[in-house]
C-alpha cells in the first residue's frame, strides 16, 4: 500500500462570542484551555499528528486564521514544539467555502495534491482512539476521490446541530450521504434520533485538495474565481501568506455546506459523492456554555466548576472563575463566569443568548466584548490593574529575547519598576540596563523601548500619567512585528 501524504487544515478564525466573558474577540475559544491542559487549538493539531502510520505521512498543519490572532497561533504552536507549513491569513471573513479554497490553492501551489483533512480549531474530543480511527477511514475513502465528512453519532435530540441524512453501512466503514438537513425542531429531532441513520454535521472534511477547487469551480464558480484572484496576488512574510485584500473582499461569503456539500447529492450527475464517517468520541463543539457543563466532571447534583469555586445546595450549575472565589448558593441550571472586568450570569438552557450581550457591547462602544483586561501581544502581554483620572497601572510581561516598538507618546509619561527578569531600556539617546527593584522614567513625547535580553521572562509595573492614555497614542518608529500603531 503507498503512503497517502496529510495535510492538516486547522480553521482557526472565529470569535466565539456565545462563551462571553472568556471567548472575546481578540482571545476567542479556540485558543483557550476549556477541557484539559491543552487550548482547543492545541487540541486540534494534536489528534491531526495523531493521524499519522505506516500508510499516512502527516505533513505540517496549514492554519486558516486572521491578522489579529497570528501570533496566538505561533506561540501556541511553539509551545507543542510545532510550526505550521503556512498560515493564511484571511483579510476579512467570508465563512469556510473560501477558507476552504485557500488552503487547497496552498497545498497545490508546488505542484502537490495532498489529502486535506479540515477541521475547525474549537472542538474536542473523550475519546481520540475513536477519532484516529474514524479519520483515517475518512483519509483511505478520501485518496479514491470521495468527498468525506465526518457525521457525529447522536446520543441526544438535539435542535441545535444541522444533521445529515445516510445509506446503510458500506463496508469500508463509509455511509453515503443523501441529504444534508437543516437545524430542527424538538420532535424532528427525536424522529431522526430514533430512525438511526441521521448524524449531526461535525464540520469536518475530508478530500483532496484538487477534488475541493473542482466541486467548488463546478458549483460556485463565482467564489472559485474571486479566491483564486485573490491568491494570485499573495505576499508571503516567512509563515504568514496574505491574499490580496481588496481581491479577498470581492470573495462571496458561503459556508462548504451550502456552496458544496448540500449541493453534491442533488447533483448527481456532477460526478461529485460525498460518503461519511460515523465519529463516535465524545465530540463537542463548545458552542456555548451549555456545551461545557456537559463535557465538564459533575458533583452528585450535576454540578461542575472550573478555578476558585464553591457550589452549595445547588444543582445542575456551572461556576468558572478566573481570578477570584466566587461561592453559589442554591442555584438551578445556572451558568456563572467570573473575569477580571466581567462577570456573567445566565440561565444554562439560555446560554445561546450571550451572544446577544457581545452585540450590546459592540452597539455601546464597549472593549469588554472583544478585550480582556489582560491583552496579549506578540512580545508578551500587558494586565491594565487599575485606572483613574489621569494614571493608569499595568503589569507587563516581556517574552525572553523579545522586544517592544521603539515608540513615543504625544499626551503621556511613563514610570517602569522592574519586578523580575532584566530589562534593556532605550530612554531617547541612552541604553540602560536595570535589573530586580530598579526603575526609569520616560518623559511624555520621548522616544523609547524595552527589550528582554535575558532567558525568563521579563515584567515591570508601569505607571501611566498624562492627559490622554488610549492605546492608540503611540507613534512606532521600528518594530520588530510588522505593526504601523
Known amino acids: 500500500m503507498s503512503v497517502l501524504t496529510v495535510l492538516p487544515v486547522i480553521m482557526a478564525g472565529g470569535s466565539g462570542t456565545r462563551l462571553w466573558p472568556l471567548s472575546r474577540a481578540l482571545y476567542p475559544k479556540q485558543f483557550l484551555a476549556l477541557s484539559g491542559p491543552q487550548t482547543l487549538f492545541q487540541q486540534a493539531h494534536l489528534r491531526l499528528t495523531a493521524l499519522a502510520s505506516e500508510h499516512i505521512a502527516v505533513g505540517k498543519p496549514c492554519v486558516v486564521g486572521n491578522e489579529e490572532h497570528r501570533f496566538l497561533v505561533l506561540d501556541q504552536l511553539r509551545e507543542l514544539k510545532a510550526e505550521p507549513s503556512s498560515l493564511l491569513l484571511e483579510p476579512v471573513g467570508r465563512n469556510t467555502a473560501p477558507a476552504v479554497a485557500l488552503a487547497a490553492l496552498q497545498a497545490t ?196 466548576s472550573e478555578g476558585d469555586a464553591l457550589i452549595q445546595n445547588s444543582r445542575n450549575t456551572l461556576v468558572h472563575s478566573t481570578s477570584r472565589l466566587v461561592a453559589a448558593v442554591g442555584l438551578d441550571n445556572v451558568v456563572v463566569v467570573e473575569t477580571p472586568d466581567a ?37 508578551g502581554w500587558y494586565d491594565s490593574i487599575d485606572h483613574g483620572p489621569r494614571f493608569q497601572v499595568k503589569r507587563i510581561m516581556v517574552k525572553p529575547k523579545a522586544s517592544l516598538s521603539l515608540q513615543m507618546h504625544h499626551h503621556r509619561a511613563e514610570h517602569w519598576i522592574v519586578v523580575s527578569g532584566t530589562a534593556e531600556v532605550t530612554v531617547g539617546d541612552k541604553v540602560i540596563m536595570l535589573s530586580e527593584n530598579q526603575s526609569t522614567y520616560i518623559p511624555l513625547g520621548t522616544v523609547h523601548r524595552l527589550v528582554n535580553p535575558g532567558t525568563i521572562p521579563l515584567e515591570i509595573i508601569e505607571v501611566q500619567s498624562g492627559s490622554y492614555l488610549g492605546e492608540d497614542d503611540i507613534v512606532r518608529f521600528q518594530d520588530n512585528y510588522g505593526r504601523s500603531s
Open 109 to 304: 501551489a508546488d505542484g502537490q495534491d495532498p489529502i486535506l483533512v479540515v477541521t475547525p480549531a474549537d472542538q474536542t474530543v473523550t475519546r481520540p482512539e475513536a477519532y484516529t480511527a474514524a479519520l483515517r477511514t475518512a483519509i483511505e475513502a478520501a485518496a479514491g476521490g470521495d468527498i468525506v465528512i465526518l457525521g457525529i453519532t447522536p446520543d441526544r435530540p438535539e435542535t441545535g446541530f444541522g444533521y445529515i441524512r445516510t445509506a446503510a453501512p458500506a463496508a469500508d466503514g463509509t455511509r453515503g450521504v443523501q441529504a444534508f438537513v437543516e437545524k430542527p425542531d424538538l420532535d424532528t429531532a427525536k424522529a431522526y434520533l430514533a430512525e438511526g441513520s441521521y448524524y449531526w454535521n461535525s464540520g469536518m472534511f475530508v478530500m483532496r485538495a484538487s477534488r475541493w477547487l473542482a466541486a467548488l469551480a463546478h458549483f460556485r464558480p463565482d467564489i472559485a474565481q474571486a479566491t483564486q484572484a485573490s491568491f494570485d496576488v499573495r505576499t508571503t512574510d516567512a509563515s504568514f501568506v496574505r491574499p490580496g485584500k481588496a481581491e479577498f473582499e470581492r470573495v462571496p461569503s458561503e459556508s462548504v455546506d451550502y456552496a458544496v456539500m448540500e449541493q453534491c447529492p442533488s447533483h448527481p450527475e456532477a460526478g461529485f459523492t460525498v460518503k461519511m464517517v460515523p465519529l463516535d468520541a465524545g465530540w463537542s463543539d463548545l458552542g456555548a456554555w451549555d456545551a461545557v457543563w456537559q463535557v465538564s466532571a459533575q458533583d452528585a447534583s450535576g454540578n461542575a
Open 343 to 379: 462577570v456573567l450570569v445566565a440561565d444554562r438552557s439560555r446560554s445561546q443568548d450571550v451572544k446577544n450581550v457581545v452585540a450590546a457591547l459592540s452597539k455601546q462602544e464597549r472593549s469588554e466584548g472583544s478585550l480582556h483586561r489582560r491583552v496579549h501581544r506578540p512580545w
